[in-house]
């Protein structure tokens, strides 16, 4: 690893250039930190059964985990020390205030995936970095976000994290305890035949997530021209990584199930850091309909459907969306709903 990239290195070239992006540095420093301890925490097995134990319910009914609760409290102690104005976490009612005289605003989602804790699968702490400007600066666009990543923690524990100029991946050395990258910017393909969705909610899906899956899963034999391999872990940071790494698409897309209408992922919490972190990438995420960082949020806690991967195959669920509403019917073993002209315009929407 003699010729990686320590991750304060790398912040301290990033603050020196812009020397107004030294809160976002000294915040995600710390956010590191937090993940070590997290790591940690999760490597020792003799307390997985008790970090994974169900404590309570979240604000929207689902299960909290012991786990959730900790490392809430580790990641806010740890923004405390950053100069972080507001906090925001999916595990509290409301943000608070950590530093009145700060400049930055965190939102985390501090434990991504913990239900799956028991099964060894990858979960993670997201995060979403913003101005502090106004009485809730969440409610801004993912445009504006000033930093974004999130620390998977799974046989290695890494951070994916983008200051817009770029998406590096730092992975933790365990002997030095220090964040190294190894490599420059990432650059997601714009091609892949991975995608990731949960098929057993296939009996609720719009109509377009069900043709445009429908295409893919008739292979080389149908309109597509070629196989498609089924990727999930149901846990959003393992297929992110992977997204990352060799290219693919994600679809947590909103369906006709109670409560499924606006999708189940959070907004301000997941889908606008892992946006921000595939645009950086060369990649691109939407909610079907519009790009998920020109989404105004109106409320701390706001769901949306999320699309995010290789930028020609998220254009293809865009045009899918564009069209006249699919019929699921043989159409679609001799004709493609998703015509050239119709994925070239939503790759320009």
């Known amino acids: 690893m003699k010729d990686a990239l320590r991750l304060e290195s790398y912040l301290d070239m990033c603050a020196a250039r812009k020397p107004q992006v030294l809160p976002v540095c000294r915040a995600v420093l710390e956010l590191s930190n937090a993940g070590r301890k997290i790591a940690k925490i999760l490597a020792r097995g003799s307390l997985a059964g008790a970090l994974s134990g169900r404590v309570g319910e979240s604000l929207d009914g689902d299960g909290q985990k012991t786990m959730d609760v900790m490392t809430h409290d580790i990641v806010r102690d740890a923004l405390r020390e950053a100069g972080v104005r507001q906090f925001a976490s999916e595990e509290a009612l409301d943000f608070e205030v950590l530093d009145p005289s700060g400049s930055i605003a965190v939102a985390v989602d501090p434990l991504d995936g913990s239900s799956n804790i028991d099964t060894l699968a990858p979960i993670g702490t997201i995060f979403s970095i913003l101005p502090a400007i106004g009485e809730n600066p969440f409610l801004q666009t993912g445009r504006k976000q000033l930093a ?4 998977i923690y799974g046989p290695q524990t890494a951070l994916a994290l983008t200051l817009g100029d770029g998406t ?17 910017n990432v650059q997601v393909p714009v091609d ?3 995608y990731a969705i949960n098929s057993s909610n296939q009996r609720h899906w719009e109509p377009e997530i069900r043709a445009y899956v429908s295409e893919l899963m008739m292979g080389a034999g149908g309109p597509r021209g070629q ?7 149901a846990s959003m940071v393992g297929d992110a990584f992977r997204i990352l790494v060799r290219g693919g698409i994600y679809l947590y897309p909103g369906d006709y199930r109670r409560g499924y209408a606006r999708g189940r992922l959070r907004l301000i919490y997941e889908a606008n850091p892992v946006a921000m972190l ?25 769901r949306s459907p999320l699309v995010f991967g290789s930028a020609n195959e998220v254009a293809r669920v865009t045009a899918a969306y564009m069209s006249p509403t699919p019929q699921e019917s043989p159409l679609f073993q001799t004709r493609s709903l998703f015509r050239k002209g119709a994925v070239a315009a939503a790759s320009l929407a």
């Open 148 to 151: 974004a990543g999130y620390l």
């Open 168 to 184: 590096r991946i730092f992975t933790l050395d365990p002997e030095s305890g220090a964040y190294m990258c190894n490599g420059g």
């Open 192 to 194: 892949t035949k991975e």
């Open 227 to 233: 196989d498609f391999n089924t990727r999930w872990l």
């Open 278 to 302: 595939m645009e950086q990438a060369g990649a691109a995420a939407t909610d079907g309909r519009k790009p998920i960082l020109d989404i105004v949020p109106t409320e701390l806690h706001q």
